[in-house]
């Protein structure tokens, strides 16, 4: 069964070895399969990746993108 939980880690997960998303910070939270990012990129490229990555976790039903382009606070 996938859970809110799992969908979460996996996406963290799937996000530490991506080059576009080095020097992020991402938060992921997840809520009944809607996933909500949030945190800071440093490029479009990388917010589009972060995005494409939620959206391809299993279980996920939407994502929500908060996500600002800038240096991490």
């Known amino acids: ?3 809110d939980t799992w969908i979460t880690t996996k996406i963290k997960a799937d996000m ?3 080059d576009l998303l080095k020097d992020s910070d ?3 939270h997840t809520n009944n399969h809607i996933v909500t ?3 800071t990129v440093m490029s479009p490229a990388g917010r589009a ?3 494409a990555i939620a959206k ?3 279980g996920v039903q939407r994502v ?3 996500i600002k382009i800038g ?3």
């Open 56 to 58: 391809g976790t299993d």
């Open 64 to 66: 929500v993108d908060q």
């Open 71 to 73: 240096p991490k606070k």
């Open 49 to 51: 990746r972060a995005v």
């Open 37 to 39: 990012l949030s945190g």
């Open 16 to 18: 530490v070895n991506e």
């Open 1 to 3: 069964m996938i859970t």
């Open 26 to 28: 991402v938060e992921v």
